[in-house]
């Protein structure tokens, strides 16, 4: 990335977002926030220009993208989910402002359970989908609209979709890589550190892959 941007992130308040805003504002990035509680996000409230607000208010998008170079959503309601594709329309109302704003990057977190537009889940993971983890299907139907969004109607954005696979907080345990192969079970510092990462890799971009632990890290 190129020195001093403004990086505009949606969720920073969540359990990801929170590790994701310590790398550019270590890095001596710009970063804006929007929070329904910017109380949350502690003694970083401080060093970011934080926005009251929720993605499902009627936001001025042109205001918030002023200015910023690239986009971080990293959002997830479950329970809002079941019933809405709330990230769905909030993409679909983001990406039109971005163009008028001129803000070409964005990072997409979604969860390694949600299946990308050009291939199916394997099976494994589609059995831990209908069984364990059949109370998210609706934020995963979500995610999957959100990348078939992209991969349809914003190639000409530089955007990129991380299927994370979030397991819980803790110490780090290794550097996460884009991999065709299972998912490693992730901290979220790790997939903040990941996803931080994945602003300025090129060959990333149109991508919706998951991630795995590098060697010498621990697999899934």
């Known amino acids: 990335m190129s020195p001093s941007e403004t990086i505009l992130v949606f969720g920073a308040t969540g359990q990801t977002g929170r590790h994701f805003i310590q790398h550019p504002l270590r890095d001596g990035h710009r970063v804006r926030v929007l929070a329904r509680t910017p109380a949350k996000l502690g003694d970083a409230r401080a060093r970011v220009e934080a926005v009251e607000g929720s993605i499902t208010d009627d936001l001025d998008l042109d205001s918030l993208l002023e200015g910023v170079d690239a986009v971080v959503c990293l959002l997830g309601d479950a329970r809002a989910q079941q019933d809405r594709k709330v990230?769905?329309?909030?993409?679909?109302?983001?990406?039109?402002?971005?163009?008028?704003?001129?803000?070409?990057?964005?990072?997409?977190?979604?969860?390694?359970?949600?299946?990308?537009?050009?291939?199916?889940?394997?099976?494994?993971?589609?059995?831990?989908?209908?069984?364990?983890?059949?109370?998210?299907?609706g934020q995963h139907r979500d995610n999957e609209a959100v990348m078939r969004y992209l991969t349809d109607e914003a190639d000409d954005l530089a955007w990129v979709v991380h299927r994370a696979g979030i397991g819980s907080d803790g110490p780090s345990k290794g550097a996460?890589?884009?991999?065709?192969?299972?998912?490693?079970?992730?901290?979220?510092?790790?997939?903040?550190?990941?996803?931080?990462?994945?602003?300025?890799?090129?060959?990333?971009v149109h991508t919706c892959d998951v991630s795995s632990y590098a060697r010498g890290g621990s697999a899934a």
């Open 176 to 204: 996460l890589e884009r991999s065709s192969r299972s998912p490693s079970i992730a901290t979220f510092g790790d997939c903040a550190a990941y996803g931080y990462g994945l602003l300025s890799d090129p060959a990333a």
């Open 87 to 137: 990230n769905t329309e909030f993409v679909q109302r983001l990406v039109p402002a971005m163009r008028r704003q001129g803000a070409t990057r964005l990072l997409y977190q979604a969860g390694a359970l949600s299946a990308p537009p050009d291939r199916a889940l394997p099976v494994g993971l589609r059995a831990v989908r209908s069984t364990i983890a059949r109370s998210y299907l």
